[in-house]
């Protein structure tokens, strides 16, 4: 079996303080063949710092998001396995390993799934338990880490999905399911991510409105009809229902059972639909 080259790609965007250092302990590690460090328009000395401790560093002119930085690192790589990790000090270096043990086990996504006592809040922990409970019911298969961005990927398989995913945070979300959509072999390793070192840019409200778009985003990217069946199902109970007591107790069907029923089978239509084009987004290309 042919020796897998690695390549590891860091998002950054004003990590100068723990670059150095997360790039250090990956060359201490003789794995890699090489690091690319994408600047996202910091306006610190992340270019200069990461330049110096040995990566390859390629700068957009002004920030466009983590995920639009995860593309640029992935157009980049020349590896047949590239690692995305957090410059920040989060994800150790010395887990990059166990990552590359499963790719050679033949799985095409390995990703490090974060223990009790690593979230960054309690609210976080919490809405990462939802997005990893909704998974696994869209999915049938257990996801223990739906967001975490310490992951190992063959480079080929997620290249196809670089046109699905977003330019914000929500990248691991999408490629996640991707994965699993198209029917690639996904798994998970425990780590322990460690507080970050400088200041977050996590920010409470936007993304609290970024917790409810992942919450369909999910739905979408794998399968609507899912998400919105059990919907249509409730509100045609519900129709039923208020159509039963007001049939025994006035003898006629009101415009709330109506409003009911039309509301269940437009969401039903709409599943239909949705899951349709989703489908034809998934569609083998054979000139890819």
Same mark, same amino acid.
């Given at each position: 079996?042919?020796?897998?080259?690695?390549?590891?790609?860091?998002?950054?965007?004003?990590?100068?303080?723990?670059?150095?250092?997360?790039?250090?302990?990956?060359?201490?590690?003789?794995?890699?063949?090489?690091?690319?460090?994408?600047?996202?328009?910091?306006?610190?000395?992340?270019?200069?710092?990461?330049?110096?401790?040995?990566?390859?560093?390629?700068?957009?002119?002004?920030?466009?998001?983590?995920?639009?930085?995860?593309?640029?690192?992935?157009?980049?790589?020349?590896?047949?396995?590239?690692?995305?990790?957090?410059?920040?000090?989060?994800?150790?270096?010395?887990?990059?390993?166990?990552?590359?043990?499963?790719?050679?086990?033949?799985?095409?996504?390995?990703?490090?799934?974060?223990?009790?006592?690593?979230?960054?809040?309690?609210?976080?922990?919490?809405?990462?338990?939802?997005?990893?409970?909704?998974?696994?019911?869209?999915?049938?298969?257990?996801?223990?880490?739906?967001?975490?961005?310490?992951?190992?990927?063959?480079?080929?398989?997620?290249?196809?999905?670089?046109?699905?995913?977003?330019?914000?945070?929500?990248?691991?979300?999408?490629?996640?399911?991707?994965?699993?959509?198209?029917?690639?072999?996904?798994?998970?390793?425990?780590?322990?991510?460690?507080?970050?070192?400088?200041?977050?840019?996590?920010?409470?409200?936007?993304?609290?409105?970024?917790?409810? %778009?992942?919450? /369909?985003?999910?739905? $979408?990217?794998? *399968?609507? +009809?899912?998400?919105?069946?059990? =919907?249509?199902?409730? @509100?045609?109970?519900?129709?039923?229902?208020?159509?039963?007591?007001? %049939?025994?107790? /006035?003898?006629?069907? $009101?415009?709330? *059972?109506? +409003?009911?029923?039309?509301?269940? =089978?437009?969401?039903? @239509?709409?599943?239909?639909?949705?899951?349709?084009?989703?489908?034809?987004?998934?569609?083998?290309?054979?000139?890819?």
């Amino acid at each position: 079996m042919n020796k897998l080259m690695i390549s590891i790609v860091l998002p950054a965007k004003n990590e100068s303080v723990a670059i150095g250092k997360t790039i250090e302990k990956i060359k201490q590690l003789n794995l890699a063949f090489e690091i690319i460090v994408i600047n996202d328009g910091s306006l610190d000395d992340t270019k200069t710092v990461a330049e110096q401790a040995g990566a390859k560093v390629i700068s957009h002119p002004y920030s466009k998001g983590n995920g639009a930085a995860i593309k640029t690192g992935a157009r980049t790589a020349i590896g047949d396995v590239i690692v995305f990790m957090d410059a920040d000090g989060q994800h150790d270096p010395q887990d990059i390993p166990r990552l590359i043990e499963k790719i050679e086990q033949g799985y095409d996504l390995v990703v490090g799934a974060r223990q009790k006592g690593s979230q960054a809040s309690v609210g976080r922990g919490v809405a990462n338990a939802l997005y990893n409970n909704l998974a696994t019911y869209m999915t049938e298969h257990q996801v223990e880490d739906l967001t975490s961005g310490f992951r190992a990927v063959r480079a080929a398989k997620f290249r196809e999905f670089l046109y699905l995913l977003p330019n914000g945070f929500s990248y691991p979300t999408t490629s996640t399911m991707a994965f699993f959509r198209a029917g690639y072999s996904v798994t998970y390793i425990p780590i322990h991510a460690a507080k970050r070192i400088g200041k977050s840019h996590i920010h409470p409200i936007k993304d609290g409105i970024r917790f409810f %778009l992942i919450i /369909f985003k999910i739905a $979408t990217l794998f *399968s609507p +009809l899912k998400m919105f069946l059990p =919907i249509a199902v409730i @509100l045609f109970l519900m129709a039923t229902g208020w159509y039963s007591y007001t %049939l025994y107790e /006035f003898h006629r069907f $009101t415009n709330m *059972s109506a +409003l009911l029923y039309t509301g269940s =089978i437009m969401i039903f @239509l709409m599943g239909l639909i949705s899951e349709q084009v989703t489908a034809l987004m998934y569609k083998d290309d054979q000139s890819r």
